[in-house]
């Protein structure tokens, strides 16, 4: 099966990235030269995909786990006649170049996910496997099959260290999803040396624990039949995710191949040309592809835009058969909300019951569920908890365990929080699916690494974030969070939200679902909070909005979340001690800072005095706030009404506190925190 032609085209890739990196004086020439084997034999041979359309919804999905080793995905989008070319690959990793350092989707075409921090590319593939399985169930019907596709990653000794692949390893056994295919790059070298250190396990054995297949290719630099054999195997057993390992030389042809040099620096140009002149190449060119290397690579490309093309007719029948269906599958990989479901939002009146605003979460889900039937995610072990599973939800599962079907929208996580993050960004980069996620706000910090990469790749995700404060009570310090919204708000293009009651919940999750650029924070709590007067769904756009109070105020109150109602009847307090007082509510600082600047100046008029009230770190309410009430350090295990005792957050407390603010600048000016001259 193989021949010359693929060899050639192997060592084109080889050299090419070669030459990539040389130019670039920065990256890595020796996992692509290491991989380009397995890569060019996926691409060539197995995947299908349109280079002319890379956002076709049935095409296969391709994630470099190794993001390090990007050259060779920028080399093979390149051959493959993908929007990168020769000029774009001699930019790599410059200012405003498509071929940036690491993958990233939102800058090239072809490029599924974000990759780099090693661990979560192959953990977004089983995002993208399930995402698949799940519209697979959903959309297919006996006579057609609109969504049938694979997922494939390359993933380095790096990937299969890191914990999070652990956790996404074994729910992606667990879930049987038998269309993903990982090949291990088994070089047994990382940056510092040989894997002998610190990587001894059988690695094999680890996955086939977790219910996955295994395979082996003992030469993975020229035995290419063996590759294409072990993916065809790979591909027959569809109860169960694949891994590949393949043995290969990293540097593979350079002078030092095998070794960690090659890891992550240029090679010699001495060395390079050596290299080319080992595959009967011409040392001296550089950047060079000949025609019969093109060819070989359009033939591909050409039989891409086939397979799109055929995939259209089936889908024009199916549309026939099932305009219903072919709408709703149109409507969804548009990334467009289905008309009217913000009416099933719920709204509330101050009379209505004082309820937790994970409970009006959960409330609000099964309002929406059956709506907003893209909506699909789970807890991290914490259902009963974080009450997230509405009550027509059927869980995602393999039939076979009787618990539910992969037609299921709620995911069983476990308790594996970083996974279950990861995991999100793949099913929203998939397209066609709004993932939501939920834990204990305090145990995002275990899901920082993928949650920032949800910012970063500009995925709509939900978290859904319950027990958000010491309002948790008696689980203790442990479990409340303190720093957790300071550093989310510090995260750019993360949405923060902390509604204050019902409305505030409905406008929390209008916004999140609205953004389809950036993923979106909820933190509810465990304790009963009111319903407010002056809140509104709509306000939440806004960011903050005066809650209640005097036109002339002498003091705001700014609180989020579970200390709005107090700091209202701290407003209460002073209004009886004549102190004219404003209270603000502020569920979102981001939304608020995108506001115009006359709005936030009406908000918060220059001149007055601003006392902020949030259970948690005062860091960043410098921003509006001349003085703040916040945790100056953990908090402890108690009643939560005892706890916000003992930390200041009463009425009382916060009254005095205004009542110093005020007096503090009776002679002085008033900073004007929000101008923003320039
Ligand atoms: C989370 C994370 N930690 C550290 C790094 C830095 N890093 C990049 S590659 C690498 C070594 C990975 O080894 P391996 O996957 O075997 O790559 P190879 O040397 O075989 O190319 C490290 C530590 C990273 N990219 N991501
Ligand atoms: C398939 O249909 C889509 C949508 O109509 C179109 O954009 C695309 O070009 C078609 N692809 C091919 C290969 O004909
Ligand atoms: C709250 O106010 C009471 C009464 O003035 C005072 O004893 C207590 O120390 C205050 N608590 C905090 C945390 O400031
Ligand atoms: C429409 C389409 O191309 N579907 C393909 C998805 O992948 C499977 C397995 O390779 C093919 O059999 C389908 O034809
Ligand atoms: C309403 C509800 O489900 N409450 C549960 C939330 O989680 C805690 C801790 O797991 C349970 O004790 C509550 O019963
Ligand atoms: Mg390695």
């Known amino acids: 099966m193989s021949d010359s032609k693929d060899i050639r085209c192997i060592n084109t890739i080889r050299t090419l990235a070669a030459d990539v990196v040389f130019k670039a004086n920065s990256g890595h020439p020796g996992a692509p030269m290491g991989c380009a084997p397995m890569a060019h034999v996926l691409f060539t041979k197995y995947m299908k995909f349109n280079p002319e359309n890379p956002a076709w919804p049935n095409r296969d999905r391709f994630i470099l786990s190794n993001g390090h080793a990007c050259a060779l995905q920028y080399v093979l989008l390149h051959l493959l006649g993908y929007k990168v070319t020769m000029e774009d690959l001699k930019t790599f990793r410059q200012l405003d170049s498509i071929c940036p350092g690491h993958p990233e989707n939102y800058m090239t075409d072809g490029i599924e996910v974000t990759t780099g921090p090693l661990g979560q590319g192959i953990s977004n593939a089983v995002g993208l496997a399930l995402a698949e399985a ?15 596709n694979y997922t494939f990653s390359i993933l380095g000794d790096g990937c299969l260290q890191e914990g999070v692949a652990s956790e996404t390893a074994s729910l992606a056994g667990h879930l049987k999803l038998g269309k993903l295919i990982a090949l291990y790059d088994d070089n047994q070298i990382q940056i510092d040396g040989s894997t002998d250190l610190s990587f001894t396990e059988d690695v094999l054995k680890r996955y086939e624990a977790y219910g996955w297949h295994t395979l082996s290719v003992g030469d993975g630099d020229t035995d290419i039949e063996s590759i294409v054999k072990a993916i065809a195997e790979a591909k027959k057993v569809t109860d169960k995710p694949s891994i590949i390992k393949i043995k290969t030389t990293i540097g593979y042809g350079s002078l030092l191949e095998g070794t960690e040099k090659v890891h992550g620096a240029p090679l010699k140009s001495d060395d390079i040309v050596s290299i080319k002149n080992k ?59 289905p008309s009217g479901w913000e009416e099933a939002l719920p709204r509330y009146k101050p009379s209505d019951a004082a309820i937790a605003t994970r409970k009006l979460s959960e409330t609000l889900l099964n309002a929406i569920a059956d709506k907003v039937p893209e909506l699909v995610g789970g807890s991290a072990d914490l259902t009963h908890s974080n009450l997230t599973r509405w009550k027509t939800a059927v869980d995602f599962q393999p039939k076979s365990t009787g618990l539910g079907d992969y037609s299921g929208r709620y995911i069983r996580y476990g308790v594996r929080e970083h996974g279950m993050a990861a995991i999100s960004n793949g099913i929203a980069a998939y397209g066609s699916l709004i993932p939501f996620a939920s834990t204990f706000l305090n145990f995002i910090s275990y899901a920082v690494g993928a949650s920032r990469l949800s910012a970063l790749s500009h995925l709509r995700i939900i978290y859904i974030m319950t027990h958000d404060s010491i309002g948790l009570g008696e689980d203790g310090p442990t479990h409340q969070p303190i720093e957790t919204l300071a550093t989310l708000r510090a995260t750019p293009n993360t949405l923060v939200l902390r509604p204050a009651d019902g409305n505030e919940v409905s406008g929390a999750y209008l916004v999140a679902l609205r953004n389809n650029k950036r993923p979106s924070v909820i933190a509810l709590t ?106 100056k350090g953990f908090g402890s295990s108690a009643p939560y009404e005892q706890l916000y005792e003992r930390f200041g957050f009463t009425p009382s407390n916060i009254s005095e506190k205004a009542q110093k603010t005020i007096k503090y600048y009776e002679n002085k000016p008033v900073p004007h925190l929000i101008a923003q001259p320039f």
């Open 134 to 148: 799940h519209m697979e169930a959903t959309f297919n019907k006996d006579d057609f099959k609109i969504i049938d």
């Open 279 to 337: 595959f009967g190449l011409d040392g001296d060119k550089k950047f060079f592809v000949s025609d019969d290397v093109y060819e070989f690579y359009d033939q591909v490309k050409k039989q891409g835009a086939v397979y799109e093309k055929e995939w259209n007719e089936t889908f024009k029948k199916y549309s026939e058969k099932y305009p219903d269906l072919a709408k709703e599958f149109k409507r969804r990989f548009a990334g467009e909300l």
């Open 526 to 631: 465990r304790q009963n909070l009111p319903q407010l007067e002056g809140s509104s769904v709509e306000n939440v756009l806004k960011g903050g909005y005066v809650l209640q109070g005097a036109d002339k105020p002498q003091i705001i109150l700014v609180a989020t979340g579970s200390e709005v109602s107090i700091v209202v009847d701290a407003a209460k307090e002073l209004e009886k001690k004549g102190v004219k007082t404003r209270v603000v509510s502020m569920p979102s600082m981001e939304l608020f800072e995108e506001q115009k600047q006359a709005y936030k100046e009406s908000v918060f008029p220059e001149g007055i005095p601003v006392l902020s009230v949030e259970a948690m770190s005062t860091f960043g309410w410098s921003r509006y706030a001349h003085a703040s009430i916040g945790m």
